[in-house]
T-cell receptor
Framework: GQNIDQPTEMTATEGAIVQINCTYQTSGFNGLFWYQQHAGEAPTFLSYNVLDGLEEKGRFSSFLSRSKGYSYLLLKELQMKDSASYLC??????????WGAGTKLIIKP | IAGITQAPTSQILAAGRRMTLRCTQD?????MYWYRQDLGLGLRLIHY???????GKGEVPDGYSVSRANTDDFPLTLASAVPSQTSVYFC???????????FGEGSRLTVL
């Protein structure tokens, strides 16, 4: 079967750095997405990785290793508004998106 | 309209009733999707459409139907609602089946 694994919940301190991991086992690979979802709201796109390596976008970076079936989302200089769930999703060989259950990130002052 | 609009935003429904969730996008995206999101589970695909006039079944299609008569609209119908269909439903679109998804604000459905 196909599955995406990410931690259920993480806690971090305002101003710090946090890394959210995602491991995947899918039928084929056509890209990995990270989305942010605030409570009661819709998911919004954060990043996309299709090649190995690090993609940086402001305070957020995303890393991919296809050989290890592994990605992480790195959030720097954490702000209270970063409290949200972070969803990892992989496109399989049929171009269907397989979603993880999400990681709830709690930021403490 | 900017992006994707879903209606209603919230609905309480008696079991056995028929319900249609509406979804309209103005981005001229080819692909559209319906997901349900339940606590502790990832987004699960119900139905999708890669282009107007075509639809396909996702991971959890039973009890749901869709149509795609034109590019902009992608309604989801529950023919006879059951309590297990209580969920938050998200409509999404993408330019094609490779790009990022844009989501509507969601429809919270409670079936009693």
């Amino acid at each position: 079967g196909q599955n995406i694994d990410q931690p259920t919940e993480m806690t971090a301190t305002e101003g710090a750095i946090v890394q959210i991991n995602c491991t995947y086992q899918t039928s084929g690979f056509n890209g990995l997405f990270w989305y942010q979802q605030h409570a009661g709201e819709a998911p919004t796109f954060l990043s996309y990785n299709v090649l190995d390596g690090l993609e940086e976008k402001g305070r957020f970076s995303s890393f991919l290793s296809r050989s290890k079936g592994y990605s992480y989302l790195l959030l720097k200089e954490l702000q209270m508004k970063d409290s949200a769930s972070y969803l990892c999703a992989v496109r399989d060989s049929n171009y269907q998106l397989i979603w993880g259950a999400g990681t709830k990130l709690i930021i403490k002052p | 309209i900017a992006g994707i609009t879903q209606a209603p935003t919230s609905q309480i429904l008696a079991a056995g009733r028929r319900m249609t969730l509406r979804c309209t996008q103005d981005m001229r995206h080819n692909a559209m999707y319906w997901y349900r999101q339940d606590l502790g589970l990832g987004l699960r695909l119900i139905h999708y459409s890669n282009t107007a006039g075509t639809t396909g079944k996702g991971e959890v299609p039973d009890g749901y139907s869709v149509s795609r008569a034109n590019t902009d609209d992608f309604p989801l119908t529950l023919a006879s609602a059951v309590p297990s269909q209580t969920s938050v439903y998200f409509c999404a679109s993408s330019q094609d089946n490779t790009g990022e998804l844009f989501f509507g604000e969601g429809s919270r459905l409670t079936v009693l």
